[in-house]
């Protein structure tokens, strides 16, 4: 288990999407908040519209 997992908003947000979060990865908890089908997504085209934990994980420059 890595430190994320251990992050109450990553527990959070996979319970919110009806996820486990120790089955549960970044990449896949992502996909699921931007209703992607992980098989024909990157992480590149994720990034496009992140969500905050994303961006925080990603180290993303966000507009203010």
């Known amino acids: ?3 994320l ?3 109450p908003a ?4 996979c319970e919110a999407h009806g996820l ?3 089955k549960t990865n ?3 908890l992502e996909c699921a908040v931007q209703g992607r089908e992980p098989s024909k997504v990157s992480m590149f085209e994720l990034d496009r519209q992140p969500s905050d934990l994303w961006a925080k994980v990603r180290k993303l ?4």
């Open 1 to 3: 288990m890595s430190t």
């Open 20 to 22: 486990d979060p120790q």
């Open 5 to 7: 997992e251990l992050d």
């Open 61 to 64: 420059n966000r507009a203010a």
């Open 26 to 28: 970044m990449f896949l």
């Open 10 to 13: 990553f527990v959070a947000a």
